[in-house]
């Protein structure tokens, strides 16, 4: 793994922006990921991310942290406890320069401790890459969760990229076993990261291996493009 997107990321913080990132999946063309969005603020924030920062308490896991922004906004505005983890090293490197504390670099399967609250945001329901391993990576999470703790997360239904037939069913080309798999190639400096695993998961998907797992499932928003935020719990 070259970490490009940490990269970018690190390079941002450093004062050596020149271009931004190019992502591109199996079901779609090449885009473009502004760098800034890493760094954005509260109130430049997505709804749904900002009622997840609102509803985090306690002792908070953000993992998948990125450029930190959902961190800092915990640790400096609300005063919580943040234990931030990424697989990019120099992800974390720029996390630290920017002032979040507990950042380090950790896979969550690796994880041990108590949180009141577990943040797996930007479509971070998922993470794990493919459906057949969402049930051991959301049991791992409910071993993470504190008596009365919660997992904030959220993602998108994404069958709406795909073309509908007149009895109602879709056109799905079958490149995985999910529709909601992909592979995920990012760029950077004319540079290009091997394929990784992605996964943008439906609702009632993620509410099933929730109840597969002993977690609740509940439905706490929807956004405007075909996206939602999730409260996962204990029963």
């Known amino acids: 793994m070259k970490d490009l997107f940490g990269q970018a990321i690190l390079d941002y913080q450093q004062g050596q922006y020149t271009e931004?990132?190019?992502?591109?999946?199996?079901?779609?063309?090449?885009?473009?990921?502004?760098?800034s969005y890493l760094f954005r603020s509260f109130e430049q924030m997505p709804a749904l991310e900002q009622?997840?920062?609102?509803m985090a308490k306690g002792k908070v896991l953000e993992v998948g942290c990125g450029a930190g922004s959902h961190g800092l906004y915990l640790q400096n505005e609300?005063?919580?406890?943040?234990?931030s983890i990424d697989l990019?090293?120099?992800?974390?490197?720029?996390?630290?320069?920017?002032?979040?504390?507990?950042?380090?670099?950790q896979n969550v399967l690796e994880t041990t401790g108590q949180y009141d609250t577990i943040l797996l945001l930007m479509n971070g329901a998922g993470m794990c890459g493919r459906l057949k391993q969402m049930g051991v990576f959301y049991a791992h999470l409910k071993t993470l969760l504190a008596?009365?703790?919660?997992?904030?997360?959220?993602?998108?239904?994404?069958?709406?990229m795909f073309d509908e037939n007149p009895d109602?069913?879709?056109?799905?080309?079958?490149?995985?076993?999910y529709y909601g798999e992909v592979d995920y190639v990012v760029k950077y400096k004319g540079e290009k990261e091997k394929p990784f695993p992605w996964m943008y998961v439906d609702y009632n998907t993620l509410q099933n291996v929730a109840i597969s797992v002993g977690l609740q499932c509940e439905l706490?928003?929807?956004g405007e493009h075909f996206d939602y935020l999730a409260k996962l719990f204990n029963s």
């Open 78 to 83: 609300r005063k919580l406890e943040v234990h």
């Open 220 to 222: 706490i928003a929807e």
């Open 147 to 160: 008596p009365h703790g919660q997992i904030l997360t959220d993602s998108s239904d994404i069958i709406y």
């Open 51 to 54: 009622k997840a920062l609102q």
């Open 88 to 105: 990019s090293p120099k992800a974390i490197e720029a996390c630290l320069l920017r002032g979040l504390r507990n950042a380090k670099v």
């Open 20 to 35: 931004d990132i190019k992502t591109e999946t199996t079901i779609s063309e090449e885009d473009v990921l502004p760098l």
């Open 168 to 177: 109602g069913s879709y056109d799905v080309p079958l490149y995985f076993d």
